[in-house]
């Protein structure tokens, strides 16, 4: 059975409940003008206000981000960019330099973060020049985290909160041998999401109370006027 790449965006509400918002076949190039593409679908669609975007380093998502929904923010998945880079790391070099990137994921300050990786900069640069100047590059939209509240962070650092319905879908076509028909993989991604969705209905993000009046300030700041539905924060 071959495989075939599925884009998914999940969002989180202004009530802390995760729900998928859309999925759709990699069948076309990444691009700024397919995600407005996307982008302006979810808007029509009640995304009017979110606050953060997530990403996993999709090509134009950025970009079409800021052209569809202007003062919402933008975070790079922290923890994609750390796997990637490892991939270009000599395998003796992998413990110490993982090491060296959790330091820096794990800082909730800006301050911190800015001294951790002033130290990965000195650790590996001479080593590794075009693994530091990767994460360079991007060092704006891997920080987009560190101005939302403390309790939210670990959850919007990286989109990893996309991995259990990706592993659902695998598993549910594990067991069919080949797909006849592409109203067939919609029919087990469908599944998948009301499944999903259902689950998660049920349950509130962790410590999400917590971080909801920081959030209230944020929107407030960005849109001013609460408009009374959509997604606070949107992963892709």
């Avoid at 990699?26 to 995304?47: C, N, P, Y």
């Avoid at 994609?80 to 994921?105: I, N, Y």
């Avoid at 794990?106 to 020049?129: A, D, I, V």
């Avoid at 549910?172 to 041998?177: G, H, L, P, Y």
């Amino acid at each position: 059975m071959g495989e075939e790449v599925v884009y998914l965006a999940l969002g989180i509400s202004e009530e802390g409940l995760k729900e998928v918002l859309t999925f759709f076949p990699a069948s076309f190039r990444e691009s700024a003008e397919v995600w407005k593409e996307v982008l302006s679908d979810l808007k029509e669609r009640g995304l009017k206000e979110p606050l953060l975007f997530i990403g996993d380093g999709l090509t134009g998502l950025p970009h079409a981000v800021k052209e569809i929904y202007p003062k919402a923010d933008f975070q790079s998945c922290l923890l994609h960019k750390m796997r990637q880079s490892l991939a270009k790391v000599r395998k003796r070099d992998w413990e110490a330099k993982a090491l060296d990137m959790r330091r820096v994921a794990h800082q909730r300050e800006k301050e911190g973060f800015q001294s951790s990786f002033k130290g990965f900069k000195e650790n590996w640069e001479r080593l590794y020049p075009e693994v530091v100047s990767f994460f360079k590059r991007d060092l704006f939209y891997l920080t987009t985290y560190l101005s939302h509240p403390k309790d939210l962070q670990p959850f919007i650092y990286t989109t990893n909160a996309l991995e259990r319905f990706q592993k659902e879908v695998k598993r549910r076509a594990k067991v069919i041998e080949s797909f006849s028909q592409p109203e067939a993989e919609e029919k087990i991604l469908l599944m998948v999401t009301e499944q999903m969705n259902s689950s998660y209905r049920k349950r509130t993000l962790q410590n999400w109370h917590l971080s909801k009046p920081a959030l209230e300030k944020i929107r407030n700041e960005k849109y001013g006027t609460k408009v009374p539905s959509g997604e606070a924060l949107v992963e892709a």
